[in-house]
């Protein structure tokens, strides 16, 4: 397990952009994977984007475009870059983080069932994201 803190939601109208950061530990490790979830009231998780020790990068159908995945070069906080955000977008934004010889590519990080990061992984404490239209 690696500590993650997240920061960076709020509010904000439709249109508008949001930088969501989370400091992680988990480089420490030579293969890791570093993710992005969401959560919105009565609905299913789901996963954002990720990337992971190659340098890919996977992204949700409904954000390609419009949000950038990216890591500093010390590899210890992930971006989530949101661009022309939309009322849609509006949920509880998760960190989620893996290291070590089993942690997945960022195509499967996106993939994980609920739970898998709290149970295998790390696992972030939230931050809300509101987009008003």
């Known amino acids: 397990k690696v500590q993650l803190v997240e920061s960076g939601g709020g509010s904000v109208q439709a249109g508008g952009s949001l930088r969501l950061s989370c400091a992680t530990s988990?480089?420490?490790?030579?293969?890791?994977?570093m993710a992005w979830f969401r959560q919105a009231p009565g609905k299913e998780r789901e996963g954002v984007a990720a990337i992971d020790s190659d340098g890919s990068t996977s992204y949700a159908d409904s954000v390609k475009g419009r949000f950038i995945i990216s890591q500093d070069s010390a590899r210890t906080t992930v971006y989530l870059q949101m661009n022309s955000l939309k009322p849609e977008d509006t949920a509880m934004y998760y960190c989620a983080a893996d290291g070590g010889f089993r942690a997945p590519t960022a195509d499967q990080a996106l993939g994980a069932p609920p739970g898998w990061f709290e149970e295998f992984g790390s696992w972030g404490q939230g931050t809300q994201v509101t987009v008003s239209s």
């Open positions: 988990v480089a420490t490790y030579p293969t890791y994977v």
